[in-house]
Nanobody, 124 residues
Framework: QVQLVESGGGLVQAGGSLRLSCAAS????????MGWFRQAPGKEREFVAA????????YYADSVKGRFTISRDNTKNTVYLQMNGLKPEDTAIYYC?????????????????WGQGTQVTVSS
């Protein structure tokens, strides 16, 4: 059974940085895409970034390109989201998700496994 556990959220001032972690267990993830999504109050959950576990190909939403970096550590079965230059509009609950498929996807319905989320708050 796939389990995803996020950590690393918190409160940071605008312009600051945070690194989120997603510890994955319960499967061999070489055939998975791992994604980060976020959901702000009153808004729909949206795609942030994704990585192909086996080859490391990365994809980003336009709103975070150049500021956020997704990566993975195969030895620790962990995916990271390094967030730099944070803005108040980045405030949201951030979710880690997993998709066992050969193609990238950016919609929430395409991911079958989800973590519980971690809160990121950026003050102005």
């Amino acid at each position: 059974q796939v389990q995803l556990v996020e950590s690393g959220g918190g409160l940071v001032q605008a312009g600051g940085s945070l690194r989120l972690s997603c510890a994955a267990s319960g499967s061999t993830f070489s055939s998975y895409y791992m994604g980060w999504f976020r959901q702000a109050p009153g808004k729909e959950r949206e795609f942030v970034a994704a990585i192909k576990w086996s080859f490391g190909n990365t994809y980003y939403a336009d709103s975070v390109k150049g500021r956020f970096t997704i990566s993975r550590d195969n030895t620790k079965n962990t995916v990271y989201l390094q967030m730099n230059g944070l803005k108040p509009e980045d405030t949201a609950i951030y979710y880690c998700a997993a998709r066992r498929h050969i193609l990238i996807a950016t919609t929430t319905s395409a991911y079958g496994y989800w973590g519980q989320g971690t809160q990121v708050t950026v003050s102005s």
